[in-house]
């Protein structure tokens, strides 16, 4: 079943994944004020300036907190994984894998480039 809003899908995800779910959530949203929340493909979704900037995806095995533009963000440890052009994400299984400092940074950069 297809989840309407974003609480409805954390909640629907796999039990241990949960607190790393809204972890990272508190996050985006605490990060980005101005941004819309949304589901869109079938997961949580991030949009400043009408643009996508952010998303969550759950797996049987973990969350990853994707960036549209993650290609183009300074990334200084190379924790962000992907095959695109644009898109990039880092996977994540426990809040010991949450680099807060480091996402919000990814965050600020990623909202600086949907906002130019």
Known sequence: MAADSVDEYIAGIDESLRPVAEEVRR???DELPDSDEAIKWSQ???RVAGKHV?????TKKHLSFGLTQGR???DPDGR?????????????????DIDEDQFRDWLRQAAELARS
Do not use: E, F, R, S
């Not at 952010?54 to 759950?58: I, N, S, V």
């Not at 095959?83 to 994400?89: D, I, K, R, Y």
């Open 27 to 29: 996050i985006i949203v």
């Open 44 to 46: 949580p979704t991030y």
């Open 54 to 58: 952010a998303y969550l995806k759950a």
């Open 72 to 74: 183009q963000l300074d």
């Open 80 to 96: 962000l994984q992907g095959g695109g052009q644009q898109m990039a994400h880092v996977k994540l299984t426990t809040l010991d």
